[in-house]
């Protein structure tokens, strides 16, 4: 079975983080990233929501998030 | 490496370790360097993380990379998704990480710097590494669950909602504890509160600008509020200087209270984009730059620690910062840093969901605690560096110093009125006295840290901007919790009430929406008022409180732990949660225990109640009420803890003697992409 990461397929991406630092940094910081998720989208063949329905998705789950004390 | 290096290397390292602990403990007197302190805790953090999470990754939980984590099996791009195993650190430590590990370290000052770094170290090392790092495993093998969902599947239906109402308890107490330390070290400062103030209005701008105007544009965003803010602390000086702006920004706690409760409501019913997200980036952005500003500053300088190893208040029991023994007390005053059962949430939200191999989780997991604990140990460092006069005038009431006068005097921990004023003139405050809460003293000892950099470096040494932006940071990321927690104590409540009016239970339902954040609001705002009018400074009295609710979770945590552990036929390795749960349950029962029944007015609550009973004192009769609703608190959180671990070890029982099949509620295995490479 081969399944698709965050930016592209395999070890080697998911091993660098993405495909880059900014993805790192991103992911890091729990910030949206529409671009890898268009790259997720095309993989998957599932049809990508807007950038703003994405954003919008995307702030909403993150307020569902906890912060510790 | 080779076998015999490996052995020269791992002992030498025990060695150093070991050294430095044996000068802690038998120096007395003398005037250390923190660097022994530092040797000793990362010496113990290497071994620990080399040998024990190790044996637990591969004995005890048996991680196998061959099997694909929720984050393969499930990727949508959004919250499932395999990431590696650093940038996952830094998102999972970032999570974690807030002031708990700052300020109960300092609180636990009290008793010396000793007592508190020990338990900073062993703790984490055999409690709160191993309950975050097994809650991590939990969840990653179901899934991503919450703990909750966990207790449910693996103990039953009434565990979990047992566990959920705890963690709603829990967070109004948490909220109400963060929101005094806030209230505390901006009260009476124009500096500070000015500061605070312009985050919301730099949050909305941020908000907007990733929103609406660029789009998902969070960095450049997150940099121009970062810019916005270092700008607005500096403009703080200038308006505390001016007699007339000074005057607007100046307020009692009451007032700031207020401001508190009206700002925690709003945050939680406003749209998220708006002030939650880019509060909670800028936050995060500060957050992790200074802890590691502050780590290089302490190596750089290597401070001496003024406080001594243990002060009389360890045993005496009558410290002004709060009452109570070294035993149970120290144990619960510091919960993050050496365990935080708060942490169990994290492990079982977003993280699991990203882990790319199950191998990475005893980084994460075991090294992302061993990161906080260092976090605990620098905090103990800076309250340690003050002289323990200041410290001790800092951090309680007038007259509870007046009373701790003769012992601290007796200790040679002398303050002047013309110190604390001196002091206060360098920070740029009106005042140092009884700022309790920990969050100033803290503030002091980073501003003479950072100072002490840049006086090294051949600059100013800003004592007064360095003790503000440490204020600000502090405040910052507290507010982010506050924001948080209300929010998710707001979709608890919705989910609760939902069982029986399933309107009320949706999230968007405006109503809904506004009544819930009002209850939340409301708990945690009542608790808050009634720390800031306790004449006893309120930290006294809620600190312990948070510690007892904090440790009780992580209680919770290490049964979900421990009966995965004996359904997966475990059970002989069942004593790495055992072990830490029976010393919780010790320490905080104990400390529940005193906190109500103590006859020392100081400590008990009823006793408190008793002394006050027919006094003619104004707002005698709120005290005594307010007596009365902590001791129900204590009880009720040692009660429901009490009903998980019976709940608990009946489980155990019958899965161990066979009445019962150990059914183990874990996602079928898949075999990972990753294990055979691309």
């Known amino acids: 079975m081969r399944l698709v990461t965050d930016g592209g397929s395999g070890r080697q991406k998911t091993a660098q983080g993405g495909t880059g630092w900014r993805h790192a940094l991103r992911r890091m910081f729990g910030m949206p990233d529409y671009d890898a998720y268009l790259e997720h989208c095309r993989a998957a063949g599932h049809e990508p929501p807007s950038k703003g329905e994405y954003l919008a998705q995307f702030f909403e789950s993150k307020g569902k998030g906890v912060r510790c004390c | ?678």
């Open chain 2, 1 to 678: 490496m080779t076998r015999l290096a490996s052995i020269l290397l791992w002992g030498g390292i025990s060695a150093l370790g070991a050294g430095a602990f044996g000068v802690l403990a038998l120096s007395r007197g003398e005037t250390l360097s923190a660097a022994w302190l530092l040797t000793a805790a990362v010496c113990t953090y290497a071994v620990a993380y080399r040998f024990y999470s190790k044996f637990l990754a591969a004995r005890v939980f048996g991680l196998d990379d061959r099997r694909a984590t929720p984050a393969e099996r499930c990727n949508n791009g959004r919250d499932y998704v395999p990431t590696n195993k650093w940038v996952l650190y830094g998102h999972h430590f970032a999570a974690i990480a807030g002031a708990g590990p700052l300020v109960g370290p300092v609180l636990a000052a009290q008793f010396g710097f000793l007592p508190g770094t020990l338990w900073l170290v062993i703790g984490v090392v055999l409690g709160g590494a191993v309950q975050d790092f097994t809650i991590l495993f939990c969840s990653l093998r179901r899934d991503g669950k919450s703990l909750g969902q966990m207790a449910k599947e693996e103990i039953n239906h009434s565990a979990g909602i047992t566990g959920m109402l705890a963690v709603l308890f829990i967070m109004i107490i948490l909220l109400a504890v963060l929101a005094l330390i806030v209230v505390n070290a901006l009260k009476a400062s124009p500096w500070g509160l000015f500061t605070i103030a312009c985050t919301v209005p730099i949050a909305l701008l941020m908000g907007w600008w990733m929103k609406r105007w660029r789009p998902g544009k969070v960095g450049e965003a997150s940099i121009a509020g970062a810019v916005l803010l270092l700008g607005a602390l500096v403009a703080g000086g200038w308006v505390a200087a001016q007699p007339h702006l000074a005057s607007a920004f100046t307020h009692s706690a009451t007032a700031i209270t207020w401001m508190m409760v009206a700002y925690g409501f709003v945050a939680s019913v406003l749209p998220v984009w708006m002030l939650l997200c880019p509060r909670d980036y800028l936050s995060t952005f500060l957050k992790i730059t200074t802890i590691l500003v502050l780590a290089l500053a302490i190596l750089v300088i290597l401070p001496p620690l003024k406080m001594p190893a243990l002060t009389p208040f360890a045993s005496l029991g009558e410290g002004p910062v709060f009452a109570g023994k070294l035993f149970p007390f120290a144990f619960i005053t510091i919960a993050c840093g050496a365990i935080s059962g708060f942490h169990s949430l994290v492990a079982s939200g977003t993280t699991p969901k990203m882990i790319a191999r199950e191998s990475d989780a005893r980084f994460i997991g075991y090294g992302g605690m061993l990161m906080e604990s260092f976090v605990g140990v620098m905090a103990m460092i800076a309250a340690c560096t003050l002289d323990p006069g200041v410290y001790f005038a800092m951090n309680t009431t007038p007259t509870g110093l007046a009373q701790a006068s003769q012992v601290l005097s007796q200790a040679g921990f002398v303050v002047t009125p013309d110190i604390m004023h001196q002091l206060a003139n360098q920070m740029g405050e009106q005042t140092l006295i009884a700022r309790s809460g920990g969050a100033p003293s803290l503030a002091v000892g980073m501003a003479q840290i950072f100072a002490s950099v840049s006086s090294a470096l051949g600059g100013r040494t800003l004592t007064a901007l360095w003790y503000h932006f440490a204020i600000m940071f502090e405040a910052l990321f507290i507010l982010t919790t506050i924001d948080t927690g209300t929010r998710v104590g707001r979709f608890m409540l919705q989910e609760i009430v939902g069982h029986v009016w399933p309107r009320f239970g949706e999230t968007s339902w405006y109503p809904s929406v506004l009544a819930s954040s009002a209850v939340i609001v409301a708990g945690w705002g009542y608790f808050l008022y009634q720390g800031v009018v306790d004449p006893l400074g309120g930290i006294n009295s809620l600190w312990p409180l948070f510690g007892i609710s904090n440790q009780l979770l992580a209680a919770v945590a290490l049964c979900v732990g421990t009966t995965i552990l004996i359904k997966m036929g475990r059970q002989r390795f069942a004593w790495v949660t055992l072990t830490p749960l029976a010393w919780l349950v010790t320490v905080t029962m104990t400390a529940g225990w005193q906190k109500v029944f103590s006859a020392d007015p100081k400590l008990g609550f009823l006793a408190h109640a008793a002394s006050l009973t027919g006094s003619t004192l104004p707002g005698a009769q709120r005290l005594v009420f307010n007596d009365r609703l902590n001791t129900f608190v204590a009880l009720l959180f040692m009660t429901v803890v009490t009903v998980l671990i019976v709940t608990s070890v009946r489980e155990w029982w019958l899965v161990l003697s066979k009445r019962k099949v150990a059914v183990v509620h874990e996602a079928p295995f898949v075999e990972s992409a990753y294990a055979a490479g691309d």
